[in-house]
Nanobody, 125 residues
């Protein structure tokens, strides 16, 4: 069993930056792909970014490409999402998730096995 806890969310003005962290416990993340998803009010949860266990493969939603960067530190059992040039439409609850099959190329939540509780990101205009 893997427990995931996100942090780093908050309120930021448009154009600002935030870095989200997701710390895992219960099992090492070394063999898991990790992803970030988000859910805005009234909308379905959507894929944001994913990274393979080695960090060698990364995938991004078109809406965040060039602004967000996913990274991981397996020694710390932590995955990060650096968010720059934030826009009001980035406002959402952000979730991290772990995929035991280590396939970050599938941007669908049904492929992920473990989820955090989410952290709120609010971008004001």
């Amino acid at each position: 069993q893997v427990q995931l806890v996100e942090s780093g969310g908050g309120l930021v003005q448009a154009g600002g930056s935030l870095r989200l962290s997701c710390v895992a416990s219960g099992r090492t993340l070394n063999s898991y792909a990790m992803g970030w998803f988000r859910q805005a009010p009234g909308k379905e949860r959507e894929f944001v970014a994913a990274i393979s266990w080695s960090g060698g493969n990364r995938y991004y939603a078109d809406s965040v490409k060039g602004r967000f960067t996913i990274s991981r530190d397996n020694a710390k059992n932590t995955v990060y999402l650096q968010m720059n040039s934030l826009k009001p439409e980035d406002t959402a609850v952000y979730y991290c998730a772990a995929d035991a099959d280590n396939d970050p190329s599938k941007p669908f939540e049904e492929f992920y096995d473990y989820w955090g509780q989410g952290t709120q990101v609010t971008v004001s205009s």
